[in-house]
């Protein structure tokens, strides 16, 4: 399975945007999925995942009430609609498959980079103030 990460971009703060993580080579429909960021010099930063069906959702606290995770299994990919955004949500944000729903179980395995087997090539946001 290849993830392609899209959508990213500049945009003033208190704008949006929506990143899409389409997969090729294969079927996501029973992967969970997240997205990560990642800004030069820091580790990379758990933001939001979904389980297969899309029915349990999870939010880093920074997301929560501003980003939305979702996904179309028909079309295999998974989006994140970003609104109200922040300078200090500039950064690559990449998109991952983990290959079982135990991923999402503990916040420590869903928030945890190494819980994934699948990377998107990551899409850069660039917020201006």
């Known amino acids: 399975v290849q993830l392609q990460a899209s959508g990213g971009g500049l945009v003033q703060a208190g704008g949006s945007l929506r990143l899409s993580c389409a997969a090729t080579?294969?079927?996501?429909?029973?992967?969970?999925i997240a997205w990560f960021r990642q800004v030069p010099g820091k580790e990379r930063e758990f933001v939001a995942a979904i389980s297969w069906s899309g029915g349990t959702i999870y939010y880093a606290n920074s997301a929560k009430g501003r980003f939305t995770i979702s996904r179309d299994n028909a079309v295999n990919t998974v989006y994140l609609q970003m609104n109200i955004l922040k300078p200090e949500d500039a950064a690559v944000y990449y998109c991952a498959a983990g290959t079982s729903h135990s991923t999402l179980l503990s916040l420590r395995a869903r928030s945890s980079p190494g819980s994934y087997f699948y990377w998107g090539q990551g899409t850069l946001v660039t917020v201006s103030s």
């Open positions: 080579g294969g079927t996501i429909g029973t992967y969970p």
